[in-house]
């Protein structure tokens, strides 16, 4: 074997630290992969979060950066706060896992990396900031999605009531003389406010120390982003209006906001320039050769083991994707675990009841996911009424009607509702979910529909 020379000896156990920290988080991921499958679907695989593939590498850069100025080093002694909090963090990893909260563990396998590093690690700023800088890779940040819509409907129609356009403005509909035009999920602007902030937060990090430096930068930035999507949104409206709809633009109308947001960027980077601190000599500093804390490393792996996502969907069963009956309209479920179905008590010929099971090996595999569609394709609600244990619709597609129920069941627990689900799984999240359930009832019923009293039908 080739013996390794004094230098690389010196050299191999300087980067110790520096090898610790990756460690540990390919082990944290590693033991999280189902967390990391619903990043991977709904960050890097959504546009909204194109620049998610970014992050990671500016968190690697930032963490070796601050590793060569001696900023990451290991705890020389045991921390009980550090423990604490990293102890919270696997328990609120354990019950928003076991409870199927998208946001909760997302936000917990945040705290998960944060709070295990400052286990092994001295707390620092230039450790911290990196880690929860992957915040921005995070799909948590659709909640603002229908506020900013809003914003944008109605920063719109202020800005087109200065021209001569008669518009009509329903929702987030705005009509004009050449047509209608949506204010969507993706005209919110929330891609080119993420952008704004993930930018600003990094440039404050690197540059500014003024606290009223980095306020100015950030509503800037903000601000910005902001006033860029409307002016996309407004540019498009008076080009469609003045194309008749023709234009190349009203097809790939993504791209043209990036040609306004560009400019906009320039314009950051020199207000960043004028409100940046002098730069200040800095020493690179030589990490110490320490050693990892014996007592904090093994309690940190096994928690991270004991409260691991890969742990807990362990003897789940793979995702069944089976289409259901072709003869009769079916829901579109993502994921489920089975699905079983029969002819409807008393509606043999004309009806169907189709029973979903959630019990599978990914985290989205839940009845309240939000793309799962509970109402037939190309069928129009006529009548809705909520029974606070079953829905009942009233449905009409043509000439034909049907009837429907349905309802979300966890062992003797049902609701119609999803937020009621919602609230009752985490309330019960040491109940295993293995009895999970949407029940769904269809049958035609030829214009003359009547209840069919579910909750006394079904066992």
């Given at each position: 074997?080739e013996?390794?020379?004094?230098m690389?000896?010196?050299?191999?156990?300087?980067?110790?630290?520096?090898?610790?920290?990756?460690?540990?988080f390919?082990?944290?991921?590693?033991?999280n992969?189902?967390?990391?499958v619903?990043?991977?679907?709904?960050?890097?695989?959504?546009?909204?979060?194109?620049?998610?593939?970014?992050?990671?590498?500016?968190?690697?850069?930032?963490?070796?950066?601050a590793?060569?100025?001696?900023?990451?080093?290991?705890?020389?002694?045991?921390?009980?706060l550090?423990?604490?909090?990293?102890?919270?963090?696997?328990?609120?990893?354990?019950?928003?896992?076991?409870?199927?909260m998208?946001?909760?563990y997302?936000?917990?396998?945040l705290?998960?990396?944060?709070?295990?590093?400052?286990?092994?690690f001295?707390p620092r700023l230039?450790?911290?900031?990196?880690?929860?800088?992957?915040?921005?890779?995070?799909?948590?940040?659709?909640?603002?999605t229908?506020?900013?819509q809003?914003?944008?409907?109605?920063?719109?129609?202020?800005?087109?009531?200065?021209?001569?356009?008669?518009i009509?403005?329903?929702?987030q509909?705005?009509s004009?003389?050449?047509?209608?035009?949506?204010?969507?999920n993706?005209?919110?602007g929330?891609r080119?406010?993420?952008?704004?902030l993930?930018?600003?937060?990094?440039?404050?990090?690197?540059?500014?120390?003024n606290?009223?430096s980095?306020?100015?930068?950030?509503?800037?930035?903000?601000?910005?982003?902001l006033?860029?999507?409307?002016?996309?949104?407004?540019?498009l409206?008076?080009?469609?209006?003045?194309?008749?709809?023709e234009?190349?633009?009203?097809?790939?109308?993504?791209?043209?906001?990036?040609?306004?947001?560009?400019?906009?960027m320039?314009?950051?980077?020199?207000?960043?320039?004028?409100?940046?601190?002098?730069?200040?000599?800095?020493?690179?500093?030589?990490?110490?050769?320490?050693?990892?804390?014996?007592t904090?490393?093994?309690?940190?792996?096994?928690?991270?083991?004991?409260?691991?996502s890969?742990?807990?969907?362990?003897?789940?069963?793979?995702?069944?994707?089976?289409?259901g009956?072709?003869?009769?309209?079916?829901?579109?479920?993502?994921?489920?675990?089975?699905?079983?179905?029969?002819?409807?008590?008393?509606?043999?010929?004309?009806?169907?009841?189709q029973v979903?099971?959630?019990?599978?090996d990914?985290?989205?595999?839940?009845?309240?996911?939000?793309?799962?569609?509970v109402?037939?394709?190309?069928?129009?609600?006529?009548e809705?009424?909520?029974h606070k244990?079953?829905a009942?619709?009233v449905?009409?597609?043509?000439?034909?009607?049907?009837?429907?129920?349905?309802?979300?069941?966890?062992?003797d627990?049902?609701t119609?509702?999803?937020?009621?689900?919602?609230?009752?799984r985490?309330?019960?999240?040491?109940?295993?979910?293995?009895n999970?359930?949407?029940?769904?009832q269809?049958?035609?019923?030829?214009?003359?529909c009547?209840?069919?009293?579910?909750?006394?039908?079904?066992?």
């Open positions: 074997m013996k390794l020379l004094p690389q000896v010196t050299q191999h156990i300087i980067y110790r630290p520096l090898y610790v920290l990756f460690a540990l390919a082990f944290i991921g590693l033991m992969m189902p967390i990391l619903t990043l991977w679907r709904h960050s890097f695989d959504d546009g909204t979060y194109s620049h998610a593939f970014l992050i990671p590498v500016i968190s690697a850069y930032l963490l070796f950066d590793f060569k100025q001696g900023k990451i080093e290991l705890r020389d002694k045991f921390s009980f550090a423990f604490f909090l990293f102890l919270i963090s696997c328990v609120c990893l354990f019950a928003t896992v076991r409870a199927q998208s946001l909760g997302w936000l917990s396998l705290m998960l990396l944060s709070s295990a590093s400052i286990m092994l001295k230039a450790l911290l900031f990196p880690t929860l800088y992957l915040i921005f890779l995070m799909p948590l940040w659709g909640a603002f229908t506020f900013l809003d914003m944008s409907v109605a920063a719109a129609t202020g800005i087109l009531h200065f021209t001569d356009i008669p009509y403005v329903k929702d509909f705005i004009l003389p050449a047509g209608t035009f949506e204010i969507a993706g005209c919110s929330l080119y406010l993420l952008v704004s993930a930018i600003s937060s990094l440039y404050v990090f690197l540059y500014i120390r606290w009223r980095a306020t100015i930068f950030f509503t800037f930035a903000i601000l910005g982003a006033i860029t999507n409307w002016i996309r949104i407004v540019s409206i008076l080009i469609g209006q003045y194309t008749n709809m234009s190349e633009l009203m097809h790939d109308h993504n791209n043209f906001g990036w040609y306004l947001y560009v400019p906009f320039v314009i950051l980077f020199y207000l960043g320039n004028k409100l940046a601190d002098e730069p200040e000599e800095q020493t690179i500093q030589k990490p110490a050769a320490t050693k990892p804390n014996l904090a490393t093994l309690l940190t792996l096994v928690m991270v083991s004991l409260c691991s890969a742990l807990l969907m362990i003897n789940r069963q793979p995702i069944n994707n089976m289409s009956n072709q003869a009769l309209p079916s829901p579109d479920i993502k994921f489920y675990s089975s699905l079983s179905q029969r002819p409807l008590p008393g509606f043999e010929d004309t009806g169907i009841e979903y099971q959630f019990y599978c990914d985290l989205d595999c839940k009845p309240s996911y939000y793309a799962n569609v109402l037939p394709q190309g069928w129009q609600v006529v809705f009424r909520d244990q079953f009942e619709y449905l009409q597609q043509g000439r034909r009607q049907a009837h429907l129920q349905l309802w979300y069941q966890r062992q627990f049902r119609s509702n999803v937020k009621r689900f919602k609230l009752m985490s309330k019960s999240f040491l109940t295993s979910n293995e999970d359930k949407l029940i769904w269809f049958r035609f019923c030829d214009m003359d009547e209840p069919l009293l579910a909750n006394e039908q079904q066992e």
